[in-house]
């Protein structure tokens, strides 16, 4: 069953791409979608209700374990400022050495729950919770701060899927992120084989070209092995700077422009995997 689970994982997130740059999608629409890479990738789903069931009753399992954790903390720092408001009226340093430490510890449990709120669970990159609560204004998703953002597209990557399977594709996917990582930049997930990078207001469009077209380089000359056989894979990107105030949808619309004129020019080069 958790095979069986994989498999509809990757099928979603498969789907899920597909329909990313479709305006419209009706539920006929999306479930005709998913039938069809679903009988691409000889996948059967005998007891949709159940495996539905499963899925929910997952989610909700998570979030009751997210609240539970959240109303231990805020209950564990309200007895902490309590006992610490009276050890600091009775002058007691003990205690206060004591509050201090559980503080610390109760600090790094947060920390902890915050990170698990921000990461795609495959890839360990940022989400798009990160970008809305981290970089945008709330209820109108404009940017608080001035930047540079840079979106980035793996190219072939059905390819890679289609010949080596999934598993590998999820594998792909983990060595692209940890190697965007080594930028020092934020790396969002935002869609399936899709990720942006957010640079400081300091680092500008020259830089960040010249960053991701060395990193490209530099990944291009990798053979990752799949079973038997090895291959390459390279990426796409497109980069704009963004001002406090400007929309997401709409600098992402204009880093996509540009990821795709990219795209057109790497091709010419790299044939395939």
Known sequence: MEMDEKKLEI???????????????????????????????????????????????????KLTTLQEQTYE????????????????QNKDDETLKQILTETKKLR?????????????????????????????REGVSTFTE??????????????????????????????????????GSPVIRYGGDEFIIIFKENISIEKAHKVLD??????????????SSTFTVSFSFGITAFKDGDLLETVVEQADKDMYEDKIQIKKRVTGI
Request: with cysteine; net charge neutral.
């Open 11 to 61: 099928l979603s997130n498969e789907v899920k791409s597909s329909i990313g740059e479709l305006p419209i999608v009706t539920p006929s629409l999306y479930r005709s979608i998913f039938e069809e890479y679903a009988k691409k990738n000889h996948i059967e789903i005998e007891d949709e209700q159940e495996v539905s069931k499963n899925v929910i009753a997952q989610q909700c399992s």
């Open 214 to 227: 060395k990193l490209r380089e530099t990944i291009l000359s990798k053979k990752l092995k799949a079973h």
């Open 146 to 183: 001035n930047g540079t953002l840079a979106i980035i597209d793996l190219n072939y990557f059905k390819q890679v899927n289609d010949t080596h399977g999934h598993i590998i594709g999820d594998k792909v996917l983990i060595f692209i992120t940890n190697e965007l990582k080594k930028i």
């Open 108 to 136: 790094q449990e947060v920390d902890k729950l915050k990170e698990s709120l921000y990461k795609d669970e495959l890839t360990n990159a940022l989400n798009r919770k990160w970008i809305h609560d981290k970089c945008l």
């Open 73 to 88: 903390n805020a209950n564990a720092l309200s007895q902490n400022t309590s006992n610490a408001i009276e050890a600091i």
